[in-house]
Nanobody
Framework: QVQLVESGGGQVQAGGSLRLSCAASGRFFGSYAMGWFRQAPGKEREFVAAIDWNARTTLYADSVKGRFTVSRDVGKITAYLQMNVLKPEDTAVYYC?????????????????WGQGTQVTVSS
């Protein structure tokens, strides 16, 4: 079993920054791809960013490109999402997820493990 725990959420003013962390435990392997998703009130969960197992390839949603950066400790069990120039529309619960395949994807159905989420609130 794999457990993922997000941290680093909070409330920030528009234009500010936050750094989310995702710590894995249990039978987690450094070869898993990692993804970040978010769900705003009344909306479907959406893809934010993903990184492959050796941190060589990343994917971003168009809405966060140039503002968010996904990273990880290669071979280790922590992933990060650096969020800069935050906007009120970034307000959501942010989830990290792990995919046992070596390839990263934007498809949430491909991810095998999920964290419980951390709230990010951006005020205008």
């Amino acid at each position: 079993q794999v457990q993922l725990v997000e941290s680093g959420g909070g409330q920030v003013q528009a234009g500010g920054s936050l750094r989310l962390s995702c710590a894995a435990s249990g039978r987690f392997f450094g070869s898993y791809a990692m993804g970040w998703f978010r769900q705003a009130p009344g909306k479907e969960r959406e893809f934010v960013a993903a990184i492959d197992w050796n941190a060589r390839t990343t994917l971003y949603a168009d809405s966060v490109k140039g503002r968010f950066t996904v990273s990880r400790d290669v071979g280790k069990i922590t992933a990060y999402l650096q969020m800069n120039v935050l906007k009120p529309e970034d307000t959501a619960v942010y989830y990290c997820a792990a995919d046992r395949s070596l390839l990263i994807t934007t498809d949430e159905d491909r991810y095998d493990y999920w964290g419980q989420g951390t709230q990010v609130t951006v005020s205008s």
